[in-house]
């Protein structure tokens, strides 16, 4: 059975760091996988999807990598700000086209 | 506007009280699913379809209840509900089937936030 696991749980930095957010799963026999934000008590964004064909995404500040055959992906955000802090999930879409999420990573960037 | 749409937003019910967790979508998605949120617990899937009359457990099934008579809809039934399924409860869809179906990414609704006194 598919396990997608989050490192770390909680991160802190400071305003303007770069930071790298962790995926793993177990299986790599998916379609994709796409990583969503969350704030508090609302529902989950999309923000990037990644392929399984494909090493990385891209879309403003946030960059996305997948290796697939390691069942690994990170989130890199850069150049942090207050209005990134929320919680990141990261999902993969297996072989029978059902998603299955990690518990997410929470994310707090100080000002 | 492509969206998924979940109601109420807000629900207070008594034990025992059935109800009804309405959830439609307007992007002729044919996979819909069930989440509950719970503090420390993550995301886990209670059921989910992959088109109508076709549905399947997820994680955490038990005391609910789902249908999938028509594509748009699919509504979460809590027929004797209980304090422990207080919960953040989440709707989603996404295309399912062959092709570029497989990378359809996955949709959210806003939420429902249930409390079973």
């Known amino acids: 059975k598919q396990e997608v696991t989050q490192i770390p749980a909680a991160l802190s930095v400071p305003e303007g760091e770069n930071l790298v957010l962790n995926c793993s799963f177990t299986?790599?026999?998916?379609?994709?996988l796409q990583w969503f934000r969350q704030d508090p008590g609302k529902g989950l964004t999309s923000l990037l999807l990644i392929q399984s064909s494909q090493r990385e995404q891209t879309s403003g500040r946030l960059n996305a990598s997948l290796d697939k055959s390691s069942g690994r992906s990170t989130l890199y955000i850069a150049a942090s700000q207050p209005g990134d802090s929320a919680t990141y999930l990261c999902?993969?879409?297996?072989?029978?086209?059902?998603?299955?999420f990690g518990p997410g990573t929470r994310l707090s960037v100080l000002p | 506007e492509a969206q998924v749409t979940q109601n109420p937003r807000y629900l207070i019910t008594v034990t025992g009280k059935k109800l009804t967790v309405t959830c439609s979508q307007n992007?002729?998605?044919?996979?819909m699913s069930w989440y509950r949120q719970d503090p420390g617990l993550g995301l886990r899937q209670i059921y989910y379809s992959m088109n109508v009359e076709v549905t399947d457990k997820g994680d955490v099934p038990e005391g609910y209840k789902v249908s999938r008579k028509e594509k748009r809809n699919f509504p979460l039934i809590l027929e004797s509900p209980s304090p422990n399924q207080t919960s953040l409860y989440f709707c989603a869809s996404s295309l399912w089937g062959t092709g570029s179906s497989y990378n359809s990414p996955l949709h959210f609704g806003n939420g429902t936030r249930l409390t079973v006194t």
């Open positions: 299986d790599s026999a998916i379609y994709n």
């Open positions: 999902a993969v879409r297996d072989y029978g086209q059902n998603f299955v």
């Open positions: 992007m002729n998605h044919e996979y």
